[in-house]
C-alpha cells in the first residue's frame, strides 16, 4: 500500500514537471515563429510555474535584443544574471558579452572574463568562441592560433552560431604543426572526466601561468 501510494505521488510529480517544462518549450517556440508578446507571456508563466532558468535567460535575450519588448540592457542583466544565479549555463556568455560592452552595466574587463571563463568550464559555446577570437587576436590573452582552433572546434561542437565559420576561416591559414598542436590542446581541454578545469588547461597552453 505504501508502495503503491509514493508510486502514485511520484506519477503525480512527474506529470507536474513535465506541465511545467512543457510551458517553457510553447514560449520558446513561439519566440522561434517571432511571437514575441506570447513568448513573454509564456516565459513568465514559466517562471512563476518552475522558476525554470531557461526562461530567465530567454527574457534577458527579449530584452538585449527588443524583441517584442522596448530595448533594455539594464533589465536584460538583470534577468541573466537570475538565470545564471539558477544554474543556467549561457547566461554566462551573455553576462560577459554586456560587462565586455558596458551594456547595462558599466564596462568591466574583470567580470567579462569571469564568465567567460565559467562558461568555458561548464560548456558554453558562446564563452568557447569568444574566448578564441580573444587568442586569435591577442586581446586580454596572449596570442596562439593553435589555442584559438581549438577554443573555436570546442564552441562548434557546444553548437554556437558563429564557431564553425570562425574555426573554418582559422583552419585555412594555419600550418600543419600549428593544426597539429590545436588538436593537441583540444583533447586535452576537452576529454572526458578531466580533473583539471578547461580554464586552466587553456591558460597552461597560452603560457599565462608561467608568465605570472
Not at 527574457?59 to 542583466?77: C, F, I, P, R, S
Not at 586569435?136 to 564552441?155: K, M, T, Y
Not at 583533447?187 to 608561467?210: C, E, F, T, V
Amino acid at each position: 500500500m505504501i508502495r503503491r501510494i509514493l508510486f502514485v505521488l511520484c506519477l503525480c510529480i512527474g506529470l507536474v514537471q513535465l506541465a511545467w517544462s512543457g510551458t517553457y518549450d510553447e514560449a520558446a517556440a513561439a519566440a522561434q515563429s517571432r511571437q514575441y508578446g506570447k513568448a513573454k507571456t509564456l516565459f513568465l508563466k514559466s517562471i512563476d510555474e518552475n522558476d525554470d532558468a531557461r526562461a530567465y535567460n530567454s527574457l534577458g535575450t527579449l530584452y538585449e535584443l527588443g524583441l517584442g519588448v522596448k530595448q533594455n540592457y539594464v533589465t536584460a542583466v538583470k534577468y541573466y544574471q537570475q538565470a545564471a544565479d539558477r544554474g543556467n549555463v549561457k547566461a554566462n556568455g551573455n553576462l560577459a558579452v554586456l560587462y565586455e560592452r558596458g551594456l547595462g552595466v558599466k564596462q568591466d574587463w574583470g567580470k567579462a572574463m569571469g564568465y567567460y571563463f565559467i562558461g568555458l568550464n561548464k560548456g558554453d559555446g558562446k564563452c568557447m568562441n569568444n574566448l578564441g577570437v580573444m587568442v586569435l587576436n591577442g586581446e586580454i590573452l596572449p596570442q596562439n592560433i593553435s589555442v584559438a582552433w581549438a577554443l573555436f572546434a570546442g564552441a562548434a561542437k557546444y553548437k554556437d552560431k558563429d564557431a564553425p565559420r570562425n574555426l573554418a576561416l582559422v583552419q585555412s591559414t594555419m600550418t600543419k604543426a600549428e593544426f597539429a598542436q590545436g588538436k593537441v590542446v583540444y583533447k586535452a581541454m576537452y576529454q572526458a572526466n578531466s580533473k583539471k578545469p578547461r580554464m586552466d588547461i587553456m591558460l597552461d597552453y597560452l603560457g599565462w601561468h608561467d608568465s605570472k
